[in-house]
């Protein structure tokens, strides 16, 4: 009986120092787990660093401007870069956003190319440096992923050959892309900013986020608008 007993005991503790031992092992197995997953991340996250470094480095060399590409995804700054061979002409306005530290040049069309360049004004709306609704489009994953910071009360600026204007931002909305009502003609300056929403989804972006500003006195014209708007 008392050899039984004994018997059982030592099987009840070899169970239990083989369930410990799996315990262990498995805790080892996860905390190995964890860390290297996180060495892995850390090695993503340095390599990701040094390329874009060195697409910095590129575009300073290329065109003499540092540029700080952090916000911008891989896809969008090899756009850029490739764009730079193949656009030299200047742009004849630059949008400027100072509470981003922003200098974005403004070209006319929406193409993609103009697009990885820059903005676009949107072709129907105001010329640039004319009174009226001027629409400029932007990648969301480029120079204009930095809209999701602009508020009502931040200010822009139009940087034009002769004289710069002055825009105060009067909302944000959010939209889908058939809706062309924001950019309907005016008799006041207004700059219509536009761009894909949201800003970090995966995919081609289903809705649009407007920044829409109101031209100041600093920045008044006595010409009028020449063009109507049409459907994009």
């Avoid at 990885?116 to 004004?121: K, T, Y």
């Avoid at 400029?136 to 139009?158: C, N, Q, S, W």
């Avoid at 995966?202 to 986020?209: D, E, L």
């Amino acid at each position: 009986m008392n050899s039984g007993k004994a018997w059982l005991r030592r099987v009840e503790m070899a169970l239990l120092v083989a369930g410990l031992a799996l315990v262990t092992v498995f805790v080892a197995v996860r905390v190995q787990s964890r860390i290297s997953a996180r060495l892995a991340l850390n090695r993503f996250e340095a390599e990701r660093a040094a390329a874009r470094q060195d697409a910095e480095k590129s575009v300073k060399l290329q065109t003499g401007e540092d540029m700080d590409l952090s916000l911008w995804s891989e896809h969008r700054v090899k756009g850029y870069l490739e764009s730079l061979a193949n656009k030299k002409d200047a742009p004849p306005a630059v949008l400027r956003i100072p509470k981003l530290h922003l200098d974005v040049p403004v070209y006319d069309g929406t193409d993609e190319l103009t697009l990885n360049r820059g903005a676009g004004r949107i072709i129907g709306t105001a010329r640039l440096g004319q009174v009226g609704n001027t629409g400029i489009a932007g990648h969301r994953d480029g120079y204009f992923r930095g809209l999701k910071d602009i508020g009502p009360g931040d200010t822009l600026e139009l940087m034009l050959p002769d004289r710069t204007e002055h825009y105060v931002v009067t909302k944000t909305l959010i939209t889908n892309p058939e809706d062309v009502s924001v950019l309907q003609p005016s008799s006041t300056g207004l700059l219509t900013l536009v761009t894909c929403y949201p800003f970090y989804f995966v995919g081609s972006a289903p809705q649009r986020f407007i920044v829409q500003a109101s031209v100041g006195d600093a920045g008044l014209l006595s010409s009028k608008p020449s063009i109507q708007i049409q459907s994009q």
